[in-house]
């Protein structure tokens, strides 16, 4: 279980950061021409995680995302509702 990213030779030199921020949780920055674009990748808990489980992810997403730089197209993907 986790997230990732497969990004292909050609597009490599576009990929300004990466980082693992939880299992659940990484990021993708990548070089744009007028923008850069920061790619934020999730599994969400399924339906049988407790409460704190939920709200613990839920507030990483949210801080993940605010740290983004204000300036970059921000883009959230992957499995919302993991069962």
């Known amino acids: ?7 292909k030779k050609n597009f490599k030199h576009l990929v300004m950061d990466f ?10 920055r990548l ?4 923008y850069n674009c920061k790619i934020i990748n999730v599994l969400a808990p399924t339906e049988v995680s407790t409460e704190e489980e939920n709200e613990s992810f839920y507030d990483l997403l949210q ?15 992957g499995d ?4």
């Open 63 to 77: 801080n993940t995302y605010e740290d983004c730089p204000s300036y970059d197209v921000k883009n959230v993907i």
């Open 1 to 7: 279980m986790g997230v990732g990213f497969v990004v």
């Open 80 to 83: 919302m509702n993991a069962k």
């Open 19 to 28: 980082k693992a921020i939880s299992i659940r949780i990484c990021t993708l």
């Open 31 to 34: 070089k744009g021409k007028f």
